[in-house]
């Protein structure tokens, strides 16, 4: 009974030392070879899931675009005050109408227009040059750039044949036709009376001057007409007057003012 009670309490320190040996290597592992603990788990639930991951869809509401006016409103055309002061009223017509130069060369009228108004201001007595604008008014930007191209096409066609010789009726009149950087399909029209510009470029040239824009689907001429007045002037003052005339024409583009 003796040995028997001895070997109990043996039995129970050999296990007692057995667990504290397998305490010690799990720590030294752990310090010889660091490791990264694996991040915890989200304890976010479904409905807590970024929003970002589901795709989405946006509704577009964009207005449709307002319809573009075919008649020429009142407010386009340049006030009283633009001109120079004039004697001899302002006179507003309306309705279809050959586009005016002082001289015999024909631009031709704007057929197929939806409207037209033609205002001159002035009476031309004196040398005076009378103030003038013309605006018509197409459906669509493409009549009215066709429009626009087919008169500077028109005044080209004058200066070729002034620069062939004096026309039927014995004058010199001469033209310079340009591009003039104001809204679209710009042309500026200088008319030489004399032809002084034939011997010398440099010379100064007595005229008037005009220029044709476009904004949209209108159309605009604004000038001088008529007078005894240098060119160079003239032009300084018409290519003014053909930006303020251009911005008043903003409704009849598509995105408007």
């Known amino acids: 009974m003796r040995s028997t009670t001895t070997a109990a309490p043996l039995l129970v320190a050999v296990l007692a030392a057995g667990l504290v040996g397998v305490t010690g290597c799990g720590a030294g592992a752990a310090g010889d070879d660091p490791t990264t603990s694996p991040p915890p788990l989200s304890t976010a639930s479904p409905s807590e899931a970024p929003t970002s991951a589901s ?3 946006a509704t577009s509401t964009t207005a449709a675009p307002s319809p573009v006016p075919t008649a020429v409103d009142a407010a386009v055309l340049l ?3 633009a001109f120079a002061p004039r004697d001899g009223g302002r006179a507003v017509s309306e309705g279809v109408e050959p586009w005016v130069l002082s001289t015999s060369c024909d631009l031709g009228s704007p057929s197929g227009a939806a409207s037209m108004t033609s205002v001159r201001q002035g009476d031309g ?3 005076v040059p009378v103030g003038l604008q013309q605006v018509a008014v197409y459906a ?3 009549a009215a750039q066709a429009e626009a191209q087919r008169v500077g096409a028109a005044a080209r066609a004058c200066a070729e044949a002034a620069e062939a010789g ?3 009726d014995g004058g010199n009149t001469r033209y310079l036709v340009e591009q003039v950087p104001v809204g679209a399909d710009g042309t500026g029209i200088a008319t030489d009376y004399y032809g002084a510009s034939a011997g010398d470029p440099d010379a100064v040239v007595i005229g008037d001057y005009v220029v044709l ?3 949209g689907t209108a159309v605009t001429l604004v000038g001088e007409s008529g007078g005894e007045d240098s060119t160079d002037r003239a ?3 018409v290519v003014a007057l053909a930006q ?3 911005e008043r024409l903003c409704a009849y583009e598509q995105a408007g003012c």
Request: charged fraction near 30%.
């Open 79 to 81: 006030p009283e005050s």
């Open 235 to 237: 032009r300084a003052t």
């Open 213 to 215: 824009v476009r904004r």
């Open 55 to 57: 795709p989405t869809s």
């Open 244 to 246: 303020q005339a251009w």
């Open 140 to 142: 669509d930007a493409a």
């Open 166 to 168: 004096p026309s039927e």
């Open 125 to 127: 007595q004196f040398e």
